[in-house]
């Protein structure tokens, strides 16, 4: 590639430092531009300012070919997992009808891997996201209460983390409860909280751009045995990860540990979806715990572990810690409890 155009929002943040939704970079050895439209040039000269600032008008097909070529460019990469099928005809139309001499390479994750490595000043953006979703869970506990309705009891949680200065929250707030809690990404609904049930909740916070994610599953009352014995699969395999998992590892050898303890337990079916994710600008990143990932896990990244159960017609149980790799080791950022809190 003779430069880089970099479109993924969060990558051009990373990059430049530029917040705005509409814009994107082009990186070579040389250069470093960032192109966006009159709206936010100012924002983007102060955001930016180690960045050429171009003003852009128009689709990316009217001005990227011209512009690229006339800085004499001729294999342009892109971002494949972000450019739209669409975009891309577009692109390789303009370029045809321009008959230019350039060239479009599809390149994948190569921003996505700098991000996976926290620097320090991000750990602290991160360490105060976690922060806050560690006192909206304590909040959340003296605030639900058999009769609240999950959509209640999600807006007293969304309302505390944007009072404790979450910018938006990173994703729609989970409350789930009872039958509910048996759907991994349920959306709160009118049901009311009962006593003796699995309440599964899932929140996020952003400070500077930065996310948290969180899972705890608590109870009113009093938890009938199965549900204190499926809690305490989770847990312990949630532990037997955060015990396991090193720096060097591949995805699915971490993935694994959790895996294994609730595949023994009989409940292997029940753990449907991956151990976990990075987090950062997103709040699903690079890289991916699963079991068909390749990624790697090293020192500096910061990835969730959150194993579950779930079983239709009963509930779930799910719980999700953020952690740092670090010398080598699971380091766990979240401080809340992790027993069955009975209330
Ligand atoms: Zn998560």
Redesign the pocket.
């Known amino acids: 590639m003779d430069a880089l155009l970099v479109s993924q929002q969060e990558n051009c943040r990373y990059l430049s430092g530029f917040t705005g939704s509409s814009g994107c970079l082009l990186i070579s050895h040389s250069h470093a531009l960032l192109a966006t439209d009159f709206r936010y040039i100012e924002q983007a000269k102060e955001e930016a300012p180690d960045y050429e600032i171009t003003q852009v008008k128009g689709d990316l097909s009217d001005w990227l070919p011209r512009l690229v070529s006339d800085l004499g460019w001729r294999k342009l990469g892109f971002e494949a997992n972000h450019v739209s099928f669409a975009t891309h005809h577009k692109l390789s139309e303009a370029i045809e009808a321009k008959q230019l001499d350039l060239e479009l390479i599809p390149t994948a994750s190569l921003v996505e891997r700098l991000r996976s490595i926290k620097e320090p000043e991000e750990l602290v953006l991160i360490g105060k996201a976690i922060e806050l979703t560690d006192a909206a869970f304590e909040y959340a506990k003296s605030a639900i209460h058999p009769n609240i309705t999950e959509m209640e009891a999600a807006w007293e949680i969304e309302s505390f983390l944007r009072q404790g200065g979450s910018e938006g929250i990173p994703f729609e707030i989970i409350v789930a409860s009872g039958s509910n809690s048996a759907l991994p990404h349920a959306k709160p609904s009118g049901r009311t909280i009962q006593s003796g049930e699995p309440v599964l909740i899932d929140m996020g916070a952003r400070i500077n751009g930065y996310c948290s ?1 969180f899972s705890r599953t608590l109870c009113l009352g009093k938890p009938d045995k199965n549900l204190l014995g499926i809690y305490d699969i989770v847990l312990k395999a949630q532990l037997a990860a955060i015990g396991g998992i090193e720096s060097g590892m591949n995805a699915p050898q971490a993935d694994a540990l959790a895996r294994s303890v609730i595949e023994k337990s009989g409940y292997g079916d029940a753990f449907g979806h991956s151990l976990g ?1 990075g987090v950062g600008l997103e709040v699903h990143e690079y890289p991916a715990l699963s079991s068909n990932s390749s990624d790697l896990l090293l020192d500096g990244m910061v990835f ?1 572990i ?1 194993p579950g159960i779930y079983m239709a017609g009963w509930g779930g149980v799910r719980i ?1 810690d953020m952690v740092i790799l670090e010398k080598g080791k699971v380091k766990v950022l979240t401080k809340s409890e992790k027993k069955l809190t009975e209330h």
Do not use: C, G, P, S
């Open positions: 994610d994710h969730t959150e999700e």
